[in-house]
């Protein structure tokens, strides 16, 4: 077992390219690229609320900074920096190992510096603080969604919450589905090239952590909007087939964890918009869109409004 300065020079001290000092002094020097904005942002796991005791710790490492990720993706930010903050019930070495291999490879694939951090003793907590550049006055924000928008979705929601669910119900792993939906919950992939190539033709971005609605209602209530949305344009993962139309609908509408971005583009766009979801590896799918009035509503097909009262996750609710 390590004391803290040898778990965090043994572990969490990777080679770095935009720093000028990193972990070993009381701060970090940052070396942020002339003429850009920095966007930052800073996400907290905590065992039992939002991993499972147990819990994979190479996956865990990955999830870790992915969700971060995912939060400068929605800004169309290209993420530089990452401060790692934790607190562990013991520094076994075996557990750290795999989670700093979790964590430092996706660092890895998107250039990302680990630049520093803090290690306590305690019930296991994992914070990181994020940072990102972005061109000024390109921004994706919440605030910037405008009456006639389009709506958008990459890839499919649901997929982690009915993993999560597979694992609540001691599921077995023997499908491809159940293990495909796990994964998405496990080792969420953030839309880091989509979101910074639509900086500056889209208007506004969230990404999925708390339900499609949940997240989407942020931006409507950030931008003094509401939004309609056509339940059959919404793409279905083949992976809910099983589930009840109830409770599919709750899962694509409600389901977090899926870390897909919500994008609003002007109609004006969509040409712009095509091409970069056609040199994209995941699917970008026109789902509705914004308009007059509050809230969020979900239509049928046979235009009838959809019930969605459970449409999300609150931490404290």
Known sequence: MS???????????????????AGGDDAALLAPTPGRQLAVTT???????????????????????????????????????????????????????????????????????LAGGDTTKGPRNLCVTAIGEVAPDRALRRSAARIGDDIYVSGCTGEA???????????????????????????????VSLGTRLA?????????????????????EASNAGAELQWDRLPHSSALATLSPQDRAAAVLGGGDDYELIV??????????????????????????????????????????MDTSRSGYDHFR
Request: a negative charge.
């Open 3 to 21: 004391s803290e300065f040898a778990l965090i020079a043994r572990y969490f001290t990777p080679g770095v390219s935009h720093t000028a000092v």
């Open 43 to 113: 996400d907290m796991l905590v065992e039992g609320v939002h991993f499972l005791a147990g819990a994979d710790p190479e996956s865990l490492g990955h999830k870790t900074l992915a969700v971060n990720l995912s939060d400068l993706a929605a800004m169309g930010a290209q993420p530089r920096w990452a401060f790692l903050a934790m607190a562990l019930p013991d520094a076994g070495d075996e557990w750290c190992e795999a989670f700093s291999r979790g964590l430092l490879a996706l660092a890895r694939r998107f250039d990302v510096d």
């Open 161 to 191: 919450a009915f993993g999560l669910r597979t694992y609540r119900e001691a599921t077995g792993a023997h499908s491809a589905d159940v293990r495909h939906c796990r994964r998405r919950l496990d080792r969420p992939e953030p839309r």
């Open 200 to 220: 500056g033709v889209a208007q506004a971005a969230i990404d999925v952590s708390d339900g499609l609605l949940a997240d989407l209602g942020h931006v409507c």
């Open 264 to 305: 609003t583009a002007p109609e004006r766009s969509r040409e712009a918009v095509s091409r970069i979801a056609s040199e994209s590896p995941v699917a970008l799918t026109r789902i509705g869109r914004i308009v007059e009035g509050p809230g969020v509503r979900v239509f049928d097909r046979s235009g009838c409004v």
